[in-house]
């Protein structure tokens, strides 16, 4: 599996700002081919190439980058087409698809950056890397990275590497290919719901965040609203500077729910069994403020970070149907709506089980996973 190992540059004032003219060359030269693509409709990597390469040599690129901005800009138009054809941006003759299709890919002047190792190369041991800029070679730029993602970089970095302008800062995001162990043959699954009072809920009866991350939220979000009605220049330059802060926040919280899951199942010798959320914005019906505590926060990134961190390990992960998980009783399996009396209890109408509701739906998906694990090694072994 692919990893991105990010590590911090420490480059001094000159470097800096070779880099930084380096990338604004880069992507004037990428909003070029962007254009000529967009013009000629050649958005094909290969016949891009040939229809630009010569114009973005003359623009002062060498081959290597002139050839990776080229391939910048066929990906952003493939994932644009991808994107259209899956409706994302609404239907055929819609407004914002139609002022999509209007214009060309542009790509910002400090956009990240590919290399490949003939533009930029690493001295592991020393902790530095050597990179091609507009003005020559830069050699010996120092990066900062803890013992684990030197170890990773040394075993299993492979491909290129990303120049990330960030923050005021310099980053280097290197791909590794780490090698992942065989799935085992679980004994049991551990079902995790997805929800708004409590972000995820085991069958085991954990939760995970709630109320205290659900105030750091509410309380960013009256924030901004303040600032944006302000609509100062102090106040746009706090909201610049808080920018994507909650999106970080977002991610690190997600990545300890995601490892404490992994952790635990890999411990147990279990299965980790997820709810199928595709759709769900689209699906729910809900008042207005929970409507904007559902689509605020990073749901699908949280399903990612555990179906790659138990890959890693070899755990294996089941998506299940979530329809009446919430309803449904896990002892006798009756399902009724007036089971939720309210939104934290569950109290079964059939059976009189009581538990919390969270915590009941967590056992309906665990439940879920044994079966749908059943069925598909069936499957495999009839075939």
Not at 71 to 92: D, I, S
Not at 224 to 233: D, F, H, P
Not at 273 to 290: C, H, S
Not at 361 to 366: E, P
Request: charged share 25%; aromatic share 6%; glycine share 8%.
């Amino acid at each position: 599996m692919k990893l991105v190992m990010q590590v911090k540059l420490l480059p001094d004032a000159a470097t800096q700002a070779a880099l930084r003219e380096t990338l604004t060359l880069c992507n004037r030269a990428a909003n070029h081919a962007s254009r000529r693509a967009f013009t000629t409709g050649v958005k094909g990597k290969t016949s891009l190439q040939r229809l630009v390469y010569g114009e973005l040599k003359a623009m002062g690129l060498s081959a290597q980058p002139a050839i990776h901005a080229i391939r910048k800009v066929a990906g952003a138009y493939a994932t644009l087409n991808g994107n259209l054809k899956a409706g994302n941006y609404g239907p055929q003759g819609s407004k914002r698809r139609a002022a999509v299709e209007s214009i060309p890919v542009r790509f910002r002047k400090d956009a990240a950056q590919p290399f490949d190792d003939r533009c930029l190369s690493w001295q592991l041991d020393a902790r530095t890397v050597s990179i091609w800029t507009v003005r020559g070679r830069c050699g010996r730029i120092p990066f900062a990275c803890s013992p684990a993602q030197l170890g990773m970089l040394t075993r299993y970095r492979r491909g290129e590497s990303d120049l990330v302008f960030r923050g005021g800062a310099w980053y280097l995001y290197a791909i590794c290919e780490v090698p992942v162990p065989d799935v085992y043959d679980p004994d049991g699954f551990l079902g995790v719901d997805l929800g708004i009072a409590n972000i995820a809920t085991t069958s085991d009866g954990i939760q995970h965040a709630g109320r205290q991350l659900n105030q750091v939220r509410h309380r960013n979000r009256r924030l901004r609203s303040r600032l944006q009605a302000k609509g100062t220049k102090s106040a746009k330059r706090l909201l610049r500077r808080r920018s994507g802060r909650e999106a970080r926040f977002a991610a690190d919280t997600n990545h300890r729910i995601a490892k404490n899951i992994v952790t635990e199942a890999e411990r147990t010798c279990r299965g980790i069994a997820l709810e199928d959320l595709g759709g769900i914005r689209e699906r729910v019906r809900l008042r207005k403020p929970q409507r904007v505590t559902l689509h605020s926060w990073a749901f699908h990134q949280l399903g990612t970070f555990i179906a790659y961190k138990a890959q890693r390990c070899g755990v294996p992960v089941v998506y299940v149907d979530p329809a009446y998980t919430s309803k449904g009783c896990s002892v006798c399996g009756h399902i009724d709506k007036r089971n939720r009396p309210d939104q934290a209890t569950f109290a079964c109408t059939s059976c009189g089980f009581a538990e919390h509701a969270d915590v009941n739906a967590a056992r309906n998906i665990a439940a879920r996973g044994v079966a749908g694990w059943a069925v598909s090694h069936a499957a495999h072994d009839a075939a």
